[in-house]
Nanobody, 122 residues
Framework: QVQLVESGGGLVQAGGSLRLACAAS????????MGWFRQAPGKEREFVAA????????NYADAVKGRFTISRDNAKNTGYLQMNSLKSEDTAVYYC???????????????WGQGTQVTISS
């Protein structure tokens, strides 16, 4: 079992930056791929970014490519999502996830955090 807790969300102006963190407890994070997803009001949860077990492979949704960077520090049992050049359409609850599949689908991940709100003002 892995417990995940996100932090770092908040309210920022368009063009600004935020860094989300995902702290894991329980089983060590190094056995799992990690992903970030987001869900805006009235919309489905959507893939944002993923990183493989070692951090050597990453994947991004087209909407965030070039602006967001996913990373992990297995020694600290923590994952990160650096978000730059934020836009109003990035407003959503952001969730981190961990699982045995390095994928882009919600079903690829077994463990989820509670989410952190990110709001971008224009």
């Amino acid at each position: 079992q892995v417990q995940l807790v996100e932090s770092g969300g908040g309210l920022v102006q368009a063009g600004g930056s935020l860094r989300l963190a995902c702290a894991a407890s329980g089983r060590t994070l190094k056995y799992y791929a990690m992903g970030w997803f987001r869900q805006a009001p009235g919309k489905e949860r959507e893939f944002v970014a993923a990183i493989n077990w070692t951090g050597g492979g990453t994947n991004y949704a087209d909407a965030v490519k070039g602006r967001f960077t996913i990373s992990r520090d297995n020694a600290k049992n923590t994952g990160y999502l650096q978000m730059n050049s934020l836009k109003s359409e990035d407003t959503a609850v952001y969730y981190c996830a961990a699982g045995g599949i390095y994928g882009v689908a919600v079903r690829d991940y077994d463990y989820w955090g509670q989410g952190t709100q990110v709001t971008i003002s224009s």
